[in-house]
Nanobody, 122 residues
Framework: QVQLVESGGGSVQAGGSLRLSCAANGYTPRTVGWFRKAPGKEREGLATIYTGGDPTDYAGSVKGRFTISRDNAKNTVYLQMNSLKPEDTAMYYC?????????????????WGQGTQVTVSS
């Protein structure tokens, strides 16, 4: 059973930074995606990273502000979030076991973490 645990969320003022972590239980996930879900909105794909750390891809809404990376020795994928905006407020999730298709489609991942809340105040 694949288990993913997100951490690193919190409250920050606009312009601030947070680093989210996604730890897999004793398993090195291949393709991993970061998503977020804000109230009243669809789950949004933010970034993806492949097994070797390259290539990566980003949604336009976060490109240039967020950076995805991984440490396979720790079975952990990170999302560094800079220049945060109030509209980045959401529950953030990581997902693994990608079954193919578009990386930003949440339906293409089999396993999800429980999420970590990010709140950005103006």
């Amino acid at each position: 059973q694949v288990q993913l645990v997100e951490s690193g969320g919190g409250s920050v003022q606009a312009g601030g930074s947070l680093r989210l972590s996604c730890a897999a239980n004793g398993y090195t996930p291949r393709t991993v995606g970061w998503f977020r879900k804000a109230p009243g909105k669809e789950r949004e794909g933010l970034a993806t990273i492949y097994t070797g750390g390259d290539p990566t891809d980003y949604a336009g809404s976060v490109k240039g502000r967020f950076t995805i990376s991984r440490d396979n020795a720790k079975n952990t994928v990170y999302l560094q979030m800079n220049s945060l905006k109030p509209e980045d407020t959401a529950m953030y999730y990581c997902a693994a076991v990608f079954i193919g298709g578009m990386w930003y489609d949440p339906g293409r991942y089999k396993y999800w973490g429980q999420g970590t809340q990010v709140t950005v105040s103006s």
